[in-house]
């Protein structure tokens, strides 16, 4: 069963089932153009690992200023007390979540150079100190003679793209290509995406002699859709997972049979 949406579907946004996703549509999108990049190219997916805080949630214990333990002899006799002072505080130490981003490459057959960077956005890339790190990665491919394709599938958190957040672009999602171009400044064409519309397909530039290829990212989540059976692992009668959505798409959601 496909999913009711026409695009991008919602419910896998959910921190839940978010990192399943991002991880099979980086390899879906990766074996989609293995199968339509000429023999000078191949693509590949790269992962890289970052720490996210958690919460940590404090233990408030009522302990006795000492401790006794008692060990008993065979004779039941008290043969040791042993005290222990408590520590005036403590607190359940959770380590840092590893969080695995993918990102998928196109490089030239044979010198393996690389020529195409593809993003995954993750919520990691949208807030925090992992948004300042990954602003600095992408200015890094900016700089670089090397095209980026940015994907962003969730509504939430802040856009790193300053082009698409000053001023910010009222839709759900964005996708965005930028051709690197020597000598030129580099322009971002940007698809914005409503929840109930269709993802388009993008240009996926090369080296300056070939033609784009095409990544069909419709094509791409609808694959991951079936191979996750997604039908029935996502609860339709829930509500929409965070954030709220836009007024208009709400309205849209709410007149579907």
Known sequence: MPSPFPGMDPYPEAREHWPSFHHLLADEIMAQLNRT?????????????MLEEVTVSTVHAAVPNISVLEA????ASITAVTARPAAPIQRLAIPLEQIRLRSVRVYTTGTHTLVTSIEILSPVNKGGEGLEAYRLKRDRILRSPVHLIEIDLLRGQQRPGWEVSEPPIDTDYILLVNRARPDQDRISDIWPVALNQPLPQIPVPLLEADPDTTLDLGSAISAVYERAAYARRLDYAQPVPPPKLRPDMAAWLAAIP
């Open 72 to 75: 008993e002899s065979p004779t």
């Open 37 to 49: 990049l000429s023999e000078r190219y191949y693509a590949s997916v790269e992962v890289c690992t």
